[in-house]
């Protein structure tokens, strides 16, 4: 059963910017921290950047910092990330994520619940 749902995937110019978005149905999960993944074809999936329940502090991988930023509207549940200055690297499934000690983490494994993606296609 897919409780996180993502949308704003799709088929983009390289530096283009695009926003993903990751609900949650009424106030679940809204105690958890969210997480950001991605996979490309043929590569293991990748964590992109995390935020913690409060959306007070957040978490990148090196690979996006300082192009992604997650941030987290707590009133509606949902939680962005915006992508800017885009390169077909970056094609790849988007995943959402769901940690449950609301802190954080750049593990996968400590991702209890995920979305069904949205895929990102970057041409050059």
């Known amino acids: 059963q897919v409780q996180l749902v993502e949308s704003g995937g799709g088929l983009v110019q390289a530096g283009d910017s695009l926003r993903l978005s990751c609900a949650a149905p009424?106030?679940?999960?809204?105690?958890?921290?969210r997480g950001w993944f991605r996979q490309a074809p043929g590569k293991e999936r990748e964590f992109l950047a995390a935020?913690?329940?409060?959306?007070?502090?957040?978490y990148y991988s090196d690979s996006v910092k300082g192009r992604f930023a997650i941030s987290k509207d707590n009133a509606k549940n949902a939680v962005y990330l915006q992508m800017n200055s885009l390169k077909p690297e970056d094609t790849a499934v988007y995943y959402c994520?769901?940690?449950?000690?609301?802190?954080?983490?750049?593990?996968?494994?400590?991702?209890?619940?995920w979305g069904q993606g949205t895929q990102v296609t970057v041409l050059s």
């Open positions: 994520a769901a940690e449950p000690s609301g802190l954080g983490s750049l593990k996968e494994d400590d991702y209890d619940y």
């Open positions: 935020i913690t329940w409060t959306g007070g502090r957040q």
């Open positions: 009424g106030r679940m999960f809204s105690d958890f921290a």
